[in-house]
């Protein structure tokens, strides 16, 4: 919507003198509008990044180390502040998946991780509050390791490592939403992690109906354009 009204003001500026070319922008303005909200291309984005790895682990869980729960399930520092609710958002997936692995295993080990994930974002960070949603949840927060410094995925995977007990060579299940798998498995990989993906939070289906349209869709944009930059950052900065 940003974009749509920048246009729309280049347009009035341009009109008094210019009306050939504000009715240009104008005219681009009402195509950004019209894709922006054509569900089918977030959608196809999303889903090129989703069905990378849509299976869960395939042997035994108790066959594994533990699990690493990357942070980006609950809303940013400031929403949370003045209030003990952890404040889950759309990817609550990412940590409501851990209980019944831990039904299944129940000396299986969990690490979060995630810090304040803003670089100026004040309040406490993510791995506090997640804690907080664990223990609402009934679970023993001495079972939960916290890495509470990490602001990005690359982070999340040095950081994590360098905890005590730690050792990324051993079999863990990666769990993060389905669209940040193909760059988080890289990352952690590289960083010589022994990780296999256990994608949860799939914002597409198998295929998109044509017709859909809705202007409720910025969320599914801002998931793929982050991702698609994240993944042209990491690469050319050697991350992955």
Do not use: C
Not at 121 to 130: D, N, Q, T
């Amino acid at each position: 919507m940003f974009w749509i009204l920048l246009l729309l003001l280049i347009a009035v500026v341009l009109l008094p003198r210019r009306p050939q070319a504000a009715r240009r922008w104008v005219l681009a303005a009402a195509a950004l509008l019209l894709l922006g909200g054509w569900t089918p291309l977030p959608d196809a984005l999303l889903r090129h990044l989703e069905r990378q790895y849509p299976e869960p682990p395939a042997m035994p869980i108790q066959q594994y180390a533990g699990v690493v729960v990357l942070g980006g399930a609950l809303e940013s520092g400031y929403v949370g502040e003045g209030t003990e609710e952890p404040q889950v958002n759309g990817a609550a997936e990412r940590m409501t998946t851990v209980l019944p692995l831990l039904r299944q295993a129940p000396d299986l080990a969990v690490v979060f991780t995630g810090g304040q994930g803003e670089y100026f974002g004040s309040g406490p960070s993510e791995a506090e509050r997640v804690r907080r949603f664990f223990v609402q949840l009934g679970l023993d927060p001495q079972r939960v390791r916290l890495e509470d410094k990490s602001r990005n995925t690359y982070e999340n995977a040095v950081f994590t490592a360098r905890l005590s007990g730690i050792d990324p060579r051993k079999p863990w299940i990666l769990i993060t939403s389905a669209s940040h798998m193909p760059r988080a498995l890289a990352v952690f990989r590289k960083q010589g992690w022994n990780v296999i993906p256990y994608s949860v939070d799939f914002r597409t289906g198998l295929a998109t109906p044509w017709t859909s349209y809705s202007l409720g869709i910025s969320d599914k944009w801002s998931i793929a354009l982050k991702e698609y930059i994240g993944i042209l950052a990491y690469r050319l900065s050697g991350r992955i």
